[in-house]
Structure formats: C-alpha cells, structure tokens
C-alpha cells in the first residue's frame, strides 16, 4: 500500500524560502516519478515540478528558477526547495507518485500520477 506524507507547509513572508517534505512507503514508490502539486482556493489543480531517478526534472513556468525538486531514494522522500515566495505561491500543496519510474511528457499533468498525499498549506503574505 502506498502512503505519501507532506510537512513542511507554514506561513512565511514574500521574499522567503521553504522545504517542503514528502515521506514516501510502498512499492518502491520512491524510486519512481514524482512530483508536487498544488491548488489554491477556486483554482484547478496545477503541476509545480515533477522528477525520477533518471535526474530529470521538469518545472512549470511559475516557479522555474525559484523551486527545485529532489528525490531521495535511500531517505524514501520527495523534497520541494521554495525560494523568493510569492503571495501567489500559497496553495495547498501535495506529494504524488506515478506508476511509471520514469517521467513522460514535458508537462507536470496530474492525470499521470496515481498516488497522493494529504497535503502542506503554504501561505506567502505580502
């Protein structure tokens, strides 16, 4: 049975950073592609990065050289690295895992992904 736990999540000040953590327990689920999600209040659900063990990473436009993704098979944990927040980063943000070990496609789309946490709450204030 696969679990994903996120932690990380707080209120933090415009300009600020976060780690975001993402335990991970079943069916080698760490070694296989995962990412991070997030969803604020009204909006649709939107892909932030996702990687694999092939060292690959893709990041949505959003947050391309502010966050960065980090898998870490022997720990079994998912890692979100978020500098320079934004008001518009706040979101709950989750943890998800694919069947697949590799990553497909340039897009972080949800409909790849068939695991999910519960979620961190990020809250940027300006």
């Known amino acids: 049975q696969v679990q994903l736990v996120e932690s990380g999540g707080d209120s933090v000040q415009a300009g600020g950073s976060l780690r975001l953590s993402c335990a991970a327990s079943?069916?080698?689920?760490?070694?296989?592609?995962m990412a991070w999600f997030r969803q604020s209040a009204g909006k649709e659900r939107e892909g932030v990065a996702q990687?694999?063990?092939?060292?690959?990473?893709t990041y949505a436009d959003s947050v391309k050289g502010r966050f960065t993704i980090s898998q870490a098979v022997a720990e079994s944990s998912l890692y979100l690295q978020m500098n320079r927040l934004k008001p518009e980063d706040t979101a709950m943000y989750y943890c998800?895992?694919?069947?697949?070990?590799?990553?497909?496609?340039?897009?972080?789309?949800?409909?790849?992904?068939?695991?999910w946490g519960q979620g961190t709450q990020v809250t940027v204030s300006s």
């Open positions: 079943g069916e080698n689920v760490s070694r296989k592609c």
């Open positions: 998800a895992a694919a069947e697949s070990y590799y990553c497909p496609g340039r897009k972080v789309e949800a409909r790849r992904f068939a695991y």
């Open positions: 990687t694999d063990t092939g060292g690959s990473a």
